[in-house]
């Protein structure tokens, strides 16, 4: 096949998959169903359960919350799965609440988005909030945590994963990012 065909098949192409990119917004359905399970004593549990595996996972391998933990000097964070003892979490809930608390601590919702692709097998669905800390002019500017990514990955809206994860300006333009595990104990007070 010639350079121009191959140019002109990925143009000009008849596949019908899908392939979405939409702000992210939920429905009022979505939100009071969100608030409710909130407000459920099964989370204050979840809520204590996360920390618990984010403090013990370098130590153990049986943990409350099936989770991945990222560090290094520029970045740290969670992928935190849906298995959960006898139940599944809902990961868009979990995603949703720690939205509400960075908000809560003056972080500001830079982007938000949904992308829906169609693979061969599945179709996959990537949520995402970017928040960041609010704009300063002052020298250092205060970038509290950092900036916050959360993702959430669903295979044909079944929900896979949920990455949190702070990256940290390094340069003297900003104050020294707070501690991680300070950041998730603000988030999961119990």
């Known amino acids: 096949m010639s350079w121009f065909d191959k140019i002109s098949k990925k143009l000009f192409s008849s596949d019908d998959r899908i392939n979405i990119h939409e702000v992210l917004k939920r429905t009022p359905g979505f939100i009071n169903d969100y608030h409710q399970w909130r407000d459920q004593r099964k989370f204050s549990v979840l809520k204590h359960d996360i920390l618990k595996s984010w403090k013990l996972n370098a130590n153990s391998e049986d943990l409350p919350v099936d989770m991945t933990i990222f560090t290094s000097d520029y970045a740290n964070g969670l992928v935190i799965y849906p298995i959960y003892k006898d139940s599944r979490i809902p990961l868009s809930y979990l995603m949703e609440f720690i939205k509400d608390q960075l908000i809560n601590i003056s972080y500001n919702i830079a982007h938000a988005d949904r992308k ?65 595990g300070e950041l998730l104990s603000v988030i999961f007070d119990i």
């Open 116 to 180: 829906m692709t169609e693979n061969q097998a599945h179709v996959e669905i990537l949520e995402k909030y970017y928040l960041k800390p609010p704009r300063s002019s002052s020298i250092p500017k205060d970038q509290i945590y950092g900036n916050v990514i959360l993702e959430l990955l669903k295979t044909d809206q079944e929900e896979i994963r949920l990455q949190f994860l702070v990256n940290i300006y390094s340069d003297r333009l900003y104050s020294k990012a707070g501690d991680f």
